[in-house]
């Protein structure tokens, strides 16, 4: 089983930043997908980003330009580094942990509030 742990959510004004990570932990293996999804009461849960162990990423069409992730592998750690953020970005965010045979992990969920 593979454990992640999120932080960096909070209350942001409208246009300003936050930055999220994530460490995974447990049986991890050498490849796979680490990514960031979000959540709002009443709505499926909802692709934000994700990167590949090589470096690939893929962003929603509402995160480019706007948000970047990245990851640092010798420490199993993603981070989404998120700015101009707007109050439809408020939402819980949860760290996902893919690898490439399909097992997958959840965080517990981060809630990020964009409001002023």
């Known amino acids: 089983q593979v454990q992640l742990v999120e932080s960096g959510g909070g209350l942001v004004q409208p246009g300003g930043s936050l930055r999220l990570s994530c460490v995974a932990s447990g049986s991890i293996f050498s490849l796979y997908t680490m990514g960031w999804y979000r959540q709002t009461p009443g709505s499926q849960r909802e692709l934000v980003a994700a990167?590949?162990?090589?470096?690939?990423?893929n962003y929603a069409d509402s995160a480019k330009g706007r948000f970047t992730i990245s990851r640092d592998n010798t420490k199993n750690t993603v981070f989404l580094q998120m700015t101009s953020l707007k109050p439809e970005d408020t939402a819980v965010y949860y760290c996902n942990y893919k690898a490439l045979n399909g097992l997958a992990s959840w965080g517990q969920g981060t809630q990020v509030t964009v409001s002023s």
């Open positions: 990167v590949t162990t090589g470096g690939f990423t």
